[in-house]
């Protein structure tokens, strides 16, 4: 079954940053879209960004120019750097992936991780 294992949330002052890493198996990683996905404190769901693939990656207009999601499929991981850290950036952090070509609506997603904590204080 897939399985993708994530860690690096945690707590960080506003201005900050964070490394999120997530471990991808039982599927063909190379193969997948893979992204980073948040749930506020208020439910909202987002998809915080996206990466083919090939690596071609698209961000949550939020957090443009302050993420970067990358990938290694030699190692079937896929990370988002997150700096420049605000508090509306506080929530949980899924680790997804869906088979091919990335979806543009995160209810879409097949599979999500357990999830990690972001808390970023002012």
């Known amino acids: 079954a897939i399985q993708l294992t994530e860690s690096g949330g945690g707590s960080v002052q506003a201005g900050g940053s964070l490394r999120l890493s997530c471990i991808g198996s039982?599927?063909?990683?190379?193969?997948?879209?893979m992204a980073w996905l948040r749930q506020t404190p208020d439910k909202e769901r987002e998809i915080v960004a996206t990466?083919?693939?090939?690596?071609?990656?698209v961000y949550y207009r939020a957090v443009r120019g302050r993420f970067t999601i990358s990938r290694d499929n030699d190692k079937s991981s896929v990370s988002l750097q997150m700096d420049n850290l605000a508090p509306e950036d506080t929530g949980t952090y899924y680790c997804?992936?869906?088979?091919?070509?990335?979806?543009?609506?995160?209810?879409?997603?097949?599979?999500w991780g357990q999830g990690t904590q972001v808390s970023v204080s002012p």
């Open positions: 990466i083919e693939g090939d690596g071609e990656a």
């Open positions: 997804a992936t869906d088979v091919l070509s990335c979806p543009r609506y995160v209810d879409v997603f097949d599979d």
């Open positions: 039982g599927f063909e990683f190379r193969r997948y879209c």
